[in-house]
C-alpha cells in the first residue's frame, strides 16, 4: 500500500506567500529548503511576469509534492494568494498533495475565524468579490484547522522556526509510507505480537528486537507495516522519536551507502556525507547518540553489518527502538537481543485466502478449484512468499493446467523467483562441509534422528553445524529429537543438487528420485565414469521389482550413502564388497541378496548397516575390523543363526536383532553398546555376560521364552535407564530380585518383567484389585529420603498394545498433586489378556519434594480407556533412603512432570479437578526410548509421527484418574 506522500513530482515544495515575507521568512526558507537539497517552486524564479497566472500556477500546485503556506498579516489581502489557497486545497482532496500551515506572527484562530487583519481585508474583499468572499473564507477556516507551525515575533526566534519547518517538510516528504505486499493477510497478528515486546520496557529503554523466520515468510513485510503504522502503535511513549530509519535489503547493499541513509533519514540533513565504512560508523554514534530513533535493518545476514551500522544500545538515544530482520538467529544472539521473534508460517486458512486472492481475485477459491487449491497451500507449508508467486501463475489457469503445475512442482521443480529467495540461506553458509550437510539432508535424511545422521555424516562433533543450519532456519528439530525440514527448503536442497548437472544423471552428486536412479543402475558402464555420485537413495513397493547388476556400483568411487529397498541384484553378488565404494559410510539395504557376509567384508568406514528383512544366514568371521559401525540393524532375518564376531566392531552403539526367529544365542558384546533390540527372538536362550556393559541404557527382549538369565546384568544397572523382558516367561526368581533390587534409575523408562506378584520387599502394598495406595512419609533422624520406588502389576485387554500410564500423586499435606508420565503398560506381540506383567519404576525426590510426616496418595492406571487399555492390578511403593540415585538422561521430557497446587481437588469438586488437568495431559511423550528403526528416510518420518500421534493421550482418560484423588485418605501398611 503506496501512500500518497511517496509520489514523485517536479517540485518538492511550493511556496505560497504573500510578498510581506518574502524578502525575510521566505526567502530564508527557500535557501535552507534547497540547500538541503529540495527541489523548491518560488513564483517570481519560476514564472516569467506577464505570463497568465492561472494555468501556470495551477501546473505549479500540481507538479509539487507539497505546499507550504505562509500565512502572515497581509496574506488575506492578495487575491493571488487566495487563489492559490483554493487550488492548494483542491488538489490536496484530488491528488493527495501535502499541506503544511505556516503562521508567521499570526494567531491561527484569526485565520480560521476571519478576525483582525483578516477581517479588514474581508470587509475590502467584500466589495469586490462578494461571489468568492465565502469560497476564501471556507479555504481559509479548512487550512487554518490543519497541523502546522507557528511563530511570534515577540517570543520566537527566526532562525530555529525555520529549521523547524525544514525538519517538519523533510519529515513529511520522505516516504512514511512503505509499500507493503498488496494483499495483506495474517499481518495485523504478527505485528500485534512483535509491537507487545518494542511497547515493553521503561521510556528510556533502547530495546533490540529480532524478526527471525526462513525467506519467504513475510519478515520485511511485517517489518514495513510496523513503520507504516510508527508512531501509533508505540502507545507508550508516542510521538517522541527524533526520526526513523528502515534500511531495506541491507545485504545487497554497499555499507557505506546504508550509512548515508541512515544519517539522513534520521537527521534530514543532505550535508551530512561520509566516504568511509568506519568514518561511517563513527558519525552514527557521535550524531545519533543522544536521540530517541525507530530504526529497522531488514535482511542482515553479516555481523560486519551491524558493526557498521553501529547496532548497539549505546550508539542511540534513550527510548530508541532497534528491529533487525534476518534469517540467522545467531546474529541476534550476539547483538543479545531483548526478544527475538520467531515469525511462524501461515495456517491454512490464512494460506487459502492469499493464494486465493492472487489466483482467483477474490478471498475463497473458485467453484471447481477447491481440492487443487488445497494441493497448492500444502505443498507450499504456509509460505507467503510460495503462495503470492504460484497463485499469481495459476490465475486464469484451468483445472487440467493446475493439475500439471502441481505435477511438475511436486517434482522437486521449483519455481524459479521461489528458489531464488531460498537459496540465498544456502550461499550464506559458512563452508562447504556444512553446505554438503545440507543437501545430504535434503536429499536424504529429512525426518530421521538428529544425532543418528550426524553420526554417519560426520565423525567429528557437529553440535555446531547443527545449530548453524537451525539458525539459518535450513532445519527444524522436533521434540522427538529429528531433522525437520519445510517442503520447499527442501526441494531447494534437490533443486541445487540438479542445477549442478541438469542433463546428466551420471554426473549428479546426489541421488533421490526413483526414475533418475533406475536409470543409472540400468547402465553398467559409462564413458566418463560416475565418481561424482556421492549419494544414492532407491525404496520401491512395486509388485514387480526391477533388477539391477552389482556391476552398476563399480564406477561409484565417491559412494558414501547407499539407500536401496525393493529392487533385485540377479546372479553372483559374492563380489558386492569388490564394486562398492570404500568410502561408504551409509549402507540401508533391507532384503539384502546375500545369504551371508562373507569374511572378505572390508567396509571399514561404515558408520551404519542395515540389512533388515534379509536372508542372511550367517555373519562370517573376518579379520576386517569395522571400528567406525555404530548402527548395525539385522531385524527381521528370520534365517539369522550366526552373529559377527563383535571384537572387531568394537564401537558398536545400537544392536538391532528384533524377530531373529532363529537366533539362539548372541555372542560377547562390546562394551561400548547402549541399546540392544532383540525382541522377539523366540529361541533365543543365551545372552552374554554383562559384566563390563558400562554404557549400555536400554535392553529389549520382550519376548524370549527360553531365556532363563543374563549374567552380570546386575552389575551393569548404573548405567541403565530401561530393560523389556515381559515376555520372557522362563527367568529365575533369583535373576529377576537381583535386578529389582538393584534398580537406581530414577524417571521414565524402568524394568518390565513377566509376573503377577509384588515383590515382598516392597512396604507400602495396595489391596488386591487396587490401584492405589495411601500412607504417611515416616520420620527417619539423620536420613534423607532420595526416591520413591513404585511396583504396579497389570495386565492388557483383548489387543496386545502398549498403552501410556500415568502416575498420580497426591500431597495431602501440601495441598499438591503430580502428574507423572514416566511409563506405559508394554506388552509383547503375542500375549493374552489373562497374561501378567510388572513394572518397576523410579521417582526422585528432587520431583516429589516430600517432607517426613507428608500425607500422601498415589495412583497408577491407563491414561484411556477402552477395550484397548491397560488394567492395572495392584500397586506398591517403597521409600528409598540415602542410596545413590542416578538421574535419567532421558527424563528432561517438558511433558513428563506437571506438580501444580490444586485446593480444589481437596474440597471435593470433581468438575474442576478434571478441567484444570485436561490441558496439561494433551500432548504425553511418545516411547521416548522405543525405536524399531535407525533409518527409513521419509517412511521412517512418517512412522515416527504416526507412532507419536498413537501414544497422544485422550482426554477422556482422566476423568477416572482425578476422582481416585478426591476420598479421604486412609493409611495402608503391609
Known amino acids: 500500500m503506496a501512500s500518497s506522500s511517496s509520489k514523485s513530482g517536479k517540485y518538492d515544495v511550493f511556496l505560497s506567500f504573500r510578498g510581506d515575507t518574502r524578502r525575510n521568512l521566505t526567502d530564508y526558507l527557500a535557501l535552507t529548503l534547497e540547500k538541503e537539497g529540495f527541489h523548491v517552486f518560488l513564483d517570481e524564479n519560476t514564472l516569467t511576469r506577464g505570463d497568465p497566472i492561472t494555468p501556470a500556477l495551477q501546473q505549479a500546485i500540481k507538479d509539487s509534492r507539497l505546499a507550504a503556506i505562509i500565512f502572515s498579516r497581509g496574506y488575506a489581502e492578495s487575491r493571488w494568494c487566495l487563489e492559490e489557497l483554493v487550488e492548494i486545497l483542491a488538489c490536496k482532496e484530488t491528488m493527495g498533495l501535502m499541506v503544511l500551515p505556516i503562521f508567521y506572527d499570526i494567531d491561527p484562530t484569526h485565520v480560521r475565524h476571519q478576525t483582525s487583519d483578516f477581517e479588514e481585508a474581508f470587509l475590502r474583499l467584500q466589495q469586490r468579490f462578494p461571489d468568492k468572499v465565502q469560497i476564501w473564507k471556507d479555504a ?546 543365551k545372552m552374554p555376560d554383562f559384566s563390563e556393559m558400562s554404557r549400555m541404557r536400554e535392553l529389549h527382549l520382550n519376548h524370549s521364552p527360553k531365556l532363563s538369565e543374563i549374567l552380570g546384568l546386575d552389575k551393569a544397572l548404573n548405567s541403565m535407564t530401561s530393560i523389556h523382558m515381559e515376555g520372557c516367561t522362563n527367568l529365575t526368581a533369583s535373576f529377576k530380585e537381583a535386578i529389582l533390587k538393584g534398580w537406581t534409575s530414577c524417571g521414565y523408562g524402568g524394568i518390565f518383567l513377566n509376573g503377577s506378584c509384588i515383590p515382598e520387599w516392597f512396604k507400602y502394598v495396595g489391596d488386591d484389585r487396587d490401584d492405589e495406595v495411601c500412607f504417611e512419609v515416616p520420620q527417619r533422624v539423620g536420613s534423607n529420603f532420595k526416591w520413591l520406588t513404585l511396583c504396579c502389576v497389570y495386565s492388557a485387554n483383548k489387543q496386545p498394545e502398549d498403552w501410556p500410564l500415568v502416575i498420580s500423586v497426591q500431597n495431602k499435606t501440601k495441598c499438591t498433586a503430580l502428574l507423572a508420565r514416566i511409563t506405559y503398560a508394554s506388552v509383547p506381540t503375542s500375549c493374552d489378556s489373562e497374561d501378567h506383567y510388572l513394572w518397576q519404576g523410579q521417582l526422585s525426590n528432587d520431583v516429589l519434594s516430600w517432607q517426613d510426616g507428608d500425607e500422601v496418595k498415589i495412583f497408577v492406571g491407563p491414561v484411556g480407556s477402552g477395550d484397548n487399555s491397560a488394567r492395572v492390578k495392584k500397586i506398591a511403593v517403597d521409600l528409598v533412603w540415602d542410596k545413590f540415585m542416578k538421574e535419567n538422561t532421558d527424563d528432561s521430557h517438558p511433558g513428563l512432570y506437571d506438580l501444580s497446587p490444586h485446593q480444589d481437588w481437596l474440597s471435593g469438586d470433581k468438575d474442576e479437578a478434571r478441567t484444570s488437568h485436561d490441558a496439561s495431559d494433551e500432548n504425553p511423550p511418545s516411547k521416548l526410548l522405543r525405536s524399531d528403526s535407525v533409518g527409513g528416510g521419509d517412511d521412517a518420518a512418517r512412522t515416527s509421527h504416526d507412532a507419536s500421534d498413537e501414544n497422544r493421550t485422550p482426554k477422556r482418560g482422566l476423568f477416572s484418574i482425578f476422582s481416585k484423588l478426591l476420598p479421604s485418605c486412609g493409611k495402608k501398611t503391609r
Open 140 to 685: 481559509l477556516k479548512a487550512a487554518a484547522e490543519l497541523a502546522g507551525e507557528g511563530f511570534s515575533e515577540t517570543t520566537g526566534y527566526e532562525g530555529r522556526f525555520i529549521q523547524q519547518i525544514v525538519d517538519e517538510i523533510a519529515r513529511k516528504l520522505k516516504n512514511t509510507c512503505l509499500t507493503v505486499a498488496p494483499n495483506p493477510v495474517g499481518i495485523d497478528s504478527r505485528v500485534q505480537e512483535i509491537v507487545k515486546y518494542l511497547n515493553d520496557g521503561g521510556s528510556d529503554d533502547v530495546r533490540i528486537i529480532g524478526i527471525w523466520g526462513m525467506g519467504g515468510l513475510g519478515k520485511t513485510t511485517v517489518a514495513k507495516d510496523i513503520f507504516n503504522k510508527y508512531p501509533a502503535i508505540f502507545n507508550k511513549y508516542p510521538d517522541k522519536f527524533a526520526g526513523k530509519s528502515f534500511l531495506a535489503n541491507v545485504r545487497e547493499e554497499k555499507l557505506v551507502d546504508v550509512q548515508n541513509i541512515l544519517l539522513y533519514d534520521v537527521l534530514r540533513s543532505r550535508n551530512i556525507k561520509v566516504s568511509r565504512v568506519d568514518e561511517g560508523t563513527e558519525d552514527i554514534k557521535r550524531r545519533l547518540g543522544k536521540l530517541r530513533v525507530l530504526v529497522i535493518v531488514d535482511g542482515v545476514d553479516s555481523v560486519k553489518q551491524l558493526e557498521a551500522l553501529a547496532i548497539k544500545r549505546d550508539s542511540f538515544g534513550p527510548g530508541s527502538r532497534i528491529i533487525i530482520t534476518t534469517r540467522d538467529k545467531h546474529l541476534l544472539e550476539i547483538l543479545k537481543a531483548d526478544r527475538i521473534c520467531h515469525l511462524p508460517a501461515m495456517n491454512e486458512k490464512e494460506a487459502l485466502e492469499l493464494l486465493s486472492r492472487r489466483a482467483f481475485n477474490m478471498n475463497y477459491p473458485m467453484e471447481g478449484y477447491f481440492e487443487l487449491a488445497r494441493e497448492v497451500v500444502d505443498y507450499c507449508g504456509g509460505l507467503p512468499l510460495a503462495l503470492e508467486y504460484l497463485g499469481s501463475y495459476l490465475l486464469g489457469k484451468t483445472i487440467s493446467q493446475w493439475n500439471s503445475a502441481l505435477g511438475r512442482w511436486k517434482r522437486s521443480r521449483l519455481d524459479s523467483e521461489i528458489h531464488k529467495n531460498l537459496k540465498i540461506s544456502y550461499d550464506g553458509l559458512t563452508n562447504d562441509d556444512l553446505r554438503a550437510i545440507f543437501l545430504d539432508i535434503s536429499c536424504f535424511f529429512t525426518g530421521m534422528n538428529k544425532d543418528y545422521v550426524m553420526k554417519i555424516l560426520h565423525q567429528s562433533d557437529t553440535k555446531l553445524e547443527i545449530e548453524e543450519l537451525h539458525d539459518q532456519c535450513l532445519i527444524t528439530v522436533d521434540k522427538e529429537g529429528n531433522l525437520m525440514m519445510h517442503g520447499l527448503i527442501r526441494d531447494t536442497g534437490r533443486e541445487i543438487v540438479r542445477a549442478k548437472s541438469p542433463n546428466n544423471l551420471q554426473k549428479r552428486c546426489r541421488l533421490w528420485d526413483h526414475e533418475d536412479v533406475k536409470c543409472v543402475l540400468r547402465t553398467e558402464r559409462t564413458k566418463s565414469g560416475r565418481g561424482e555420485i556421492e549419494g544414492l537413495a532407491l525404496d520401491l513397493s512395486e509388485r514387480q521389482k526391477p533388477s539391477f547388476s552389482i556391476k552398476a556400483f563399480s564406477e561409484m568411487d565417491g559412494l558414501r550413502l547407499l539407500k536401496l529397498k525393493g529392487v533385485q541384484f540377479p546372479g553372483d553378488c559374492k563380489d558386492l564388497s569388490i564394486h562398492l565404494s570404500k568410502g561408504l559410510r551409509w549402507l540401508c539395504w533391507p532384503e539384502f541378496p546375500m545369504t551371508g557376509i562373507p569374511s572378505d567384508f572390508n567396509q571399514t568406514n561404515l558408520v551404519d548397516i542395515d540389512l533388515s528383512h534379509s536372508n542372511i544366514k550367517v555373519w562370517e568371521d573376518s579379520d576386517v575390523s569395522l571400528e567406525k559401525l555404530k548402527f548395525l540393524n539385522l531385524s527381521y532375518c528370520n534365517d539369522l543363526t550366526k552373529l559377527p564376531d563383535f571384537s572387531n566392531i568394537p564401537n558398536l552403539e545400537r544392536l538391532i536383532l528384533k524377530g531373529c526367529k532363529k537366533l539362539e544365542e548372541i555372542p560377547a558384546l562390546p562394551t561400548n553398546l547402549e541399546i540392544l533390540e532383540a525382541d522377539e527372538c523366540i529361541a533365543l536362550e
